[in-house]
C-alpha cells in the first residue's frame, strides 16, 4: 500500500478538523466575483464539491430575514476594510433549517483590491440549547459553569440575572455581588457611562453594534483591572420579555501571545534591536519616499574566538554591548539591527554620502574600544561594508551592496569599511568571465539536477529537494556560490531553471509509474517566477513528461514576497490550483510577513540549517528553532529542518515536532539517475 505523503496528511487532518467542529471556511473576491468553498462549508449548505457556487447563490441559502444584513456585513466590510461576525439563518438544499455564526476578515492589497475571506460555523445545536434557555435552567447553568468562557445573562435594563461560574472567575465577583446590578458595572468608561443607552437605543430601533455580531471590548475586574475580552450577545426572549446573553472570553493571553509572535518578528530578542526583516522594511520605506540612505553591514572580527574562549554567555553579554555602543554612536541619525551572531546592520540617513560615510568612520571607530563585562575585557574590531542609495535598488540589493562590500573588507584584511563601488574588479572580472561560459553552455545538457532525500522522524523517505549543478565542458563540478548569483541577476536562470525543471519532470514520472507519491522541491528564482509565462512554461514541461504536479514543491524565498505583490500572489494561484504546492525556504532568514504567509497558499516552512546548527549551542538559538517549529504547527503548514548532520539534532528534532529532515546524516545530494536508482525496486 501506498503511504501517504505528508502534504495529503496534513490536507486530511484540516479536512478533519473542519468537520469535527462544523466550521467551513471561505474567500470571496469582488473584483473578480471568485467565491470559495472548503467542502466542510459546502456539507453545510448541502452542495457537492464540483457544483459551482457564487455571490448571489451563496446569499440565497439565507432566509430572507437574514439576507439584507448578511449582505449589509459583506458591502461594509469591504467598503471600510473592517472585520465582522454574525448571526444567521439558512436553508439547505436539501430543506434543513441551520443555524450559522459568520465571522469574515477582510484584507486590502496593494493593489488596492479588498478582499474578503472568514468562516461559517453550524451551531444549530448551540442555538436550539439557547432557545429552551426557560425549560433548561438547571442543565445549562452546569453546563456553562463548566465553560471556559464566561456567560452572562442581563434583562431589557440592563439588570444582571445569571452570572456563570466562569463569569465569577474572571471578573472577581461572586454571583451574590453582581446579580441585581447593572451590568456596568463589569465595564470600564466610556463603555459602563454609555450601555444603558445604548440597549434603549436598540430597543427603539432595532438597530444594534454587538448583538450577533462579535466585538473585542474591555471588561473591568472586581480590583479595578480592565483586560480584553470578547464578547458575542444574543437576544432571547423569556415570558415575552426580551434577554440578552453575552459570552464572554478573556483574550488576555491571546493578545500578549500575539503582542510576543509580533516582537518576535521584528526585533531581536537579545539586544532588544530590530531585526534584519524589520531593517528591511525601514530601509525600503525611507528608498520609497525617494530620500537617500547609506547602508552598512557590521561585521565583528574573529567574534567566534569570545565565545569559544570565554563561553556564549560571556559572547551575550558583549553582543548587549556592541549593540549599545551602536546605539549611542548612532544616535537619532539612524537605525541599528541585528542579524544572526556577530552581524549588525546600520542605516544612515543622510542626505550628503560623504556625512552618512562620516558617521560610519566614527562608528567603526568607536568599535575598537575596549568591551568591558563584569568578567572580561575584550578588544575587538569590526569590517563594515557600505552601500549607497542613488540608483534603482530596492532595499534587498542595497543590504547585497553592503554585504558583497564587507566581504571585500574581510577579504582585506579585516578592520576597515570598503565601499561597494561598481567599478572592474577581479570580481567584476570573474563574474564576466562566468557568464561567457554560462551563456556557452546552455543547451548543452551541462545543468544536472542533482537530488537530496527529505526524510521523516523515523528516516523514511518521503521526497528530495532538487539542487542544481553545473558541469562544465571540462568536466568540472562549478559551485552554485559562483554561477547562481551570475545567472540570477542576468536572467540566464530562466532557461538554466527549464532545463533543471525538465529533469524533475522526468524523475517525478519515474516515481508515478512505480507508485510512489515523493514529492520533488525546486528552488525558484524571483526573477524566473516573476516570468509572464512561468506558469505555462511549468505545465508545457510536465505534460510532455506526463509528470504528475501535486508532487511539485516550489520553495520561494521570504524576499520574493518583497516583489510584485499581486503578480506574486496570481501566479501562486494559478500553480496551486494545477497541484503546486509552496514552501518558504530559509525561513527566518528573510521578511516574515505572518499574515501575507497565512493568506497564500503556503503548506510548508523550510528552517534554515544556521539555526539547526546553532541550536546545539545556543540557548537563544535553541529558543528560536522552537519558535519556528511551534510558528509552523500554529500556521497548520508543515515544517522542513535543513542541515541536520548528528543524531542529537535529528532526536531534538524529532522531539520537538519537525515534520521532515534533510542533511548530510541521511543522504548528501547525488545525481538523479544515481537517486532514482537508489530509490526505485529493483
Not at 514576497?561 to 501566479?571: G, N, S
Request: proline share 3%; charged share 25%.
Amino acid at each position: 500500500m501506498v503511504s501517504e505523503s505528508p502534504e495529503q496528511r496534513e490536507q486530511e487532518l484540516l479536512t478533519s478538523v473542519e468537520t469535527m467542529a462544523n466550521i467551513g471556511s471561505f474567500w470571496y473576491e469582488p473584483a473578480t466575483e471568485h467565491l470559495y468553498w472548503s467542502r466542510q462549508l459546502r456539507e453545510i449548505h448541502g452542495i457537492t464539491d464540483n457544483e459551482p457556487i457564487n455571490y448571489e447563490k451563496a446569499m440565497a441559502f439565507h432566509l430572507p430575514e437574514y439576507r439584507e444584513n448578511i449582505k449589509q456585513l459583506v458591502a461594509q466590510s469591504l467598503e471600510f476594510n473592517r472585520s465582522w461576525s454574525a448571526e444567521s439563518c439558512l436553508e439547505d438544499t436539501a430543506g434543513h433549517i441551520h443555524w450559522v455564526t459568520i465571522t469574515g476578515v477582510t484584507k486590502q492589497l496593494e493593489s488596492g483590491e479588498t478582499v474578503l475571506f472568514g468562516a461559517i460555523q453550524d451551531v444549530t445545536e448551540k442555538k436550539h440549547r439557547l432557545q429552551q434557555l426557560q425549560e433548561q435552567t438547571s442543565a445549562l447553568r452546569s453546563t456553562l459553569d463548566n465553560l471556559i468562557d464566561a456567560v452572562i445573562t442581563i434583562d431589557s435594563k440592563g439588570i444582571i440575572t445569571n452570572f456563570s461560574a466562569p463569569a465569577e472567575r474572571m471578573f472577581g465577583y461572586s454571583e451574590a455581588e453582581v446579580k441585581g446590578n447593572n451590568v456596568s458595572m463589569l465595564m470600564p468608561e466610556p463603555y459602563a457611562r454609555e450601555h444603558d443607552r445604548y440597549i434603549e437605543a436598540y430597543q427603539e430601533t432595532g438597530r444594534a453594534r454587538i448583538i450577533g455580531i462579535g466585538r473585542e471590548v474591555q471588561g473591568k475586574r472586581k480590583n479595578g483591572e480592565v483586560f480584553p475580552i470578547d464578547l458575542a450577545i444574543t437576544e432571547v426572549s423569556r415570558a415575552g420579555e426580551a434577554q440578552y446573553i453575552g459570552v464572554i472570553r478573556d483574550i488576555t493571553e491571546q493578545k500578549e501571545n500575539a503582542r510576543k509572535l509580533e516582537y518576535l518578528a521584528n526585533f531581536d530578542e537579545q539586544t532588544g534591536l530590530p531585526n534584519r526583516h524589520r531593517f528591511l522594511d525601514l530601509v525600503e520605506k525611507r528608498l520609497e519616499s525617494n530620500r537617500a540612505i547609506v547602508v552598512a553591514a557590521v561585521n565583528m572580527d574573529y567574534f567566534n574566538r569570545v565565545n569559544t574562549i570565554h563561553g556564549h554567555e560571556e559572547g551575550d553579554r558583549v553582543i548587549q554591548l556592541i549593540a549599545q555602543r551602536l546605539r549611542e554612536t548612532i544616535g537619532d541619525s539612524g537605525w541599528i539591527a541585528r542579524d544572526l551572531g556577530d552581524r549588525f546592520w546600520v542605516g544612515v540617513m543622510r542626505d550628503s554620502t560623504q556625512a552618512g560615510l562620516e558617521v560610519i568612520r566614527k562608528l567603526h571607530d568607536a568599535l575598537r574600544e575596549p568591551f568591558k563585562t563584569k568578567f572580561q575585557t575584550h578588544y575587538l574590531t569590526a569590517s563594515i561594508g557600505v552601500g549607497l542609495s542613488g540608483g534603482d535598488e530596492n532595499a534587498s540589493e542595497l543590504l547585497s551592496l553592503a554585504d558583497t562590500a564587507t566581504s571585500n573588507a574581510r577579504h582585506n584584511g579585516r578592520d576597515q569599511i570598503a565601499v561597494y563601488e561598481a567599478e572592474i574588479s577581479e570580481s567584476v572580472v570573474a563574474d564576466a568571465k562566468t557568464e561567457v561560459a554560462l551563456r556557452a553552455a546552455l543547451g548543452k545538457r551541462q545543468f544536472e539536477c542533482w537530488l537530496q532525500s527529505k526524510v521523516d522522524t523515523q528516516g523514511v523517505i518521503r521526497g528530495a529537494e532538487a539542487l542544481m549543478r553545473w558541469r562544465n565542458e571540462n568536466g568540472e563540478l562549478v559551485s552554485p556560490a559562483q554561477f547562481i548569483p551570475v545567472a540570477e541577476r542576468l536572467q540566464l536562470i530562466i532557461p538554466m531553471a527549464r532545463e533543471l525543471l525538465q529533469q524533475v519532470a522526468f524523475t517525478l514520472n519515474k516515481l508515478k509509474t512505480q507508485g510512489l507519491d515523493d514529492n520533488i522541491a525546486v528552488n525558484v528564482s524571483p526573477v524566473e517566477f516573476l516570468q509572464s509565462d512561468y506558469v505555462e512554461t511549468v505545465q508545457q514541461i510536465f505534460a510532455e513528461y506526463d509528470a504528475p504536479l501535486n508532487q511539485l514543491t516550489m520553495e520561494i524565498t521570504e524576499n520574493l514576497l518583497l516583489a510584485d505583490a499581486e503578480k506574486v500572489q496570481q501566479t501562486m494561484a494559478r500553480l496551486a490550483e494545477l497541484g503546486v504546492v509552496f514552501s518558504i525556504d530559509d525561513f527566518g532568514t528573510g521578511y516574515s510577513n505572518l499574515l501575507r504567509i497565512q493568506q497564500l497558499p503556503i503548506t510548508e516552512l523550510k528552517i534554515d540549517r544556521e539555526f539547526v546548527q546553532l541550536a546545539e549551542v545556543n540557548e537563544k538559538h535553541m529558543g528560536l528553532l522552537m519558535a519556528m517549529l511551534n510558528m509552523a504547527r500554529s500556521l497548520s503548514v508543515s515544517s522542513v529542518a535543513e542541515g541536520v548532520e548528528t543524531a542529537e539534532q535529528v532526536k531534538l528534532l524529532g522531539e520537538n515536532g519537525a515534520d521532515l529532515l534533510q542533511g548530510f546524516y541521511f543522504a548528501r545530494p547525488v545525481h538523479y539517475k544515481t537517486w532514482l536508482d537508489e530509490r526505485l525496486p529493483q
